[in-house]
């Protein structure tokens, strides 16, 4: 009777460890997925590091894989100090730094316009804001408007994609319906990515969305009413840091990524893709494991395959 007491007992917590393992790796999977997307390093830095910064022949001083950290001493890094000249006297651009008028605050809201890092505090060395992933391999502003932080507003517009009878088409190896994604060609480097843009200071980022999607990528300027009904819902999948080809040490681009489903294919999943201003050019775009987008917009894009459960 001892014997067998005992041998349920130890059944018992077998069983119990085997369980909790199960639980605490699930639980801890959304955690997991998300801090992916947002911890320093590496694979944070392969846009903006060891190439000539766009749209001029200013070359970024070389960073290692590991020279990215802050922490790592690197007593011979010497990055080029540069700001694109047509940056100075813009509205929408912050005056040069170090300067007697102008002191921004940092890390907090200033005025309307928002240096709050969705990563946390950044450090200030030498009266400039540090990029809290790490090293870039230049300084100053490069294109970017912005000293820290530079804000913009991702709308993922997905639907299903149906056969000619309007059955939702899934994929064969996995059996998940397969998602599609309305992308835009950048005019600027010709890569496909998300139609987003920038916040306005004092905007409301689904203000943002909204109209980046309706003006900035897209024309639907006759389905104006449904668009706007369209986009007053959207599921959150990512706030954070971009691996952005115009990143520098000083300036950085954040975003707020929402995810706007139609589901039925109804209602924008139903419409012509018109490019806009900012795009060359626009269309529905299979999302699996092989689409390649600008920066980190793929990553980003995973979040919501993962959210509708669809193949990846």
């Given at each position: ?166 059955d939702i088409v899934r994929n064969s190896t996995t059996g998940k319906n397969i998602l599609q994604m309305v992308a835009i060609q950048r005019s600027d480097n010709k890569l496909w990515a998300i139609p987003g843009g920038m916040v306005d200071p004092g905007e409301n980022v689904s203000v943002t969305l909204k109209r980046e999607f309706t003006e900035g990528g897209l024309d639907f300027t006759d389905k104006s009413n ?87």
């Open positions: 009777m001892k014997s067998s007491s005992c041998d349920f007992v130890l059944l018992l917590l077998i069983s119990l460890l085997y369980f909790s393992d199960k639980f605490l790796a699930s639980a801890s999977r959304p955690i997991e997925m998300m801090s992916s997307l947002v911890k320093p390093g590496v694979f944070r830095h392969l846009m903006c590091r060891n190439n000539m910064y766009p749209r001029s022949s200013v070359l970024r001083f070389p960073v290692s894989d590991d020279q990215v950290f802050w922490s790592e001493p690197y007593p011979d890094y010497c990055p080029i100090d540069y700001t694109s000249p047509h940056i100075g006297g813009q509205v929408w651009a912050d005056p040069p730094l170090p300067s007697d008028t102008f002191k921004p605050q940092w890390n907090k809201l200033d005025g309307q316009v928002n240096r709050v890092s969705f990563h946390g505090n950044y450090e200030i060395k030498n009266g400039l804001p540090l990029n809290p992933i790490g090293r870039t391999g230049l300084s100053g502003r490069g294109s970017l408007g912005r000293w820290g932080p530079n804000h913009a507003a991702d709308p993922i517009v997905t639907r299903w994609k149906r056969d000619s009878n309007g449904m668009v706007e009904q369209f986009f007053r819902e959207g599921v959150h999948v990512y706030s954070g840091y971009v691996d952005d080809f115009r990143n520098t040490d000083n300036s950085w681009m954040e975003t707020t990524a929402l995810n706007f489903h139609d589901d039925d294919g109804s209602q924008v999943g139903k419409l012509e893709l018109v490019a806009g201003d900012d795009a060359t050019n626009v269309r529905w775009t299979d999302v699996d494991s092989n689409l390649k987008l600008h920066a980190n917009h793929a990553d980003i894009v995973k979040e919501v395959v993962v959210k509708r459960n669809a193949h990846w």
